[in-house]
């Protein structure tokens, strides 16, 4: 214990009538509800605006110790986004042909993946997420922070919705393994890339594909469950 005395100050808070916490939940839902990952993109620009508000909202994530173990790299030069995806696309096409399992090739193919990434040249951004597996004081000092994937998994739902909610569209693309990443982004060794998020507007003739989400009844359970 170092004897620092915590710090608190009044929670500020509004309590809303029932009918309408009901209408802001259902009108959120509403809208997210007709969120999809896209792979198609326009290069039309977006506003910078938009990206470093989504950025913000997702730095209100709770976190391990307030730690905030989330970095954020945004890019938008031409040239390192097609180093990106010819790294990224090396990587993929030794997923597809050498590395998944047949399990994992059939479960992808109801979506039409491949190795080819062209929507991480297309896009106007690329947000690339780290996870910071500890923190480093001035003096070099290790510091350690706590539930890292938990407190990042967080933050880039708020980031995903934040986006959604503007009138954008991404996908939550992970070429693993994505060391490419730091090396090409110039991040320290703590940092570890967690999702790449390309940002931008679906394409005029984009498409998704035709598959559903389960149902409440599928996902939830109210109490124990019945021995």
């Not at 939940?25 to 508000?53: I, K, T, Y």
């Not at 990224?88 to 080819?116: C, I, M, S, V």
């Not at 070429?175 to 967690?194: H, I, Q, T, V, W």
Request: aromatic fraction near 10%; include cysteine; hydrophobic fraction near 40%.
């Amino acid at each position: 214990m170092n004897g620092t005395k915590p710090a608190f100050r009044p929670l500020d808070f509004q309590r809303l009538p029932p009918e309408e916490m009901t209408a802001r939940g259902r009108a959120f839902l509403d809208r997210m509800w007709e969120r999809r990952s896209v792979r198609e993109f326009a290069p039309d620009p977006v506003p910078r605006a938009c990206v470093e508000l989504a950025i913000r909202t997702a730095m209100s994530a709770p976190s391990g110790a307030h730690r905030q173990p989330w970095r954020f790299v945004v890019v938008d030069d031409p040239a390192l986004k097609r180093r990106i995806r010819a790294a990224a696309e090396e990587e993929e096409r030794e997923n597809y042909q050498h590395r998944f399992p047949d399990e994992w090739k059939e479960a992808l193919a109801p979506f039409g993946t491949d190795w080819r990434k062209p929507f991480l040249e297309t896009v106007p951004y690329l947000v690339v997420v780290f996870r910071e597996s500890h923190g480093l004081a001035p003096d070099g000092r290790r510091i350690t922070n706590y539930y890292v994937s938990e407190s990042v998994g967080i933050a880039c739902g708020l980031f995903i919705a934040a986006l959604h909610t503007m009138g954008l569209a991404t996908l939550t693309h992970t070429p693993n393994p994505m060391g490419f990443l730091a090396d090409l982004l110039g991040r320290p060794s703590n940092e570890k890339p967690y999702i790449l998020f390309p940002v931008g507007y679906p394409a005029p003739d984009a498409r998704v594909p035709a598959i559903e989400r389960k149902t409440l009844e599928e996902v939830v359970q109210w109490n124990a469950a019945p021995r």
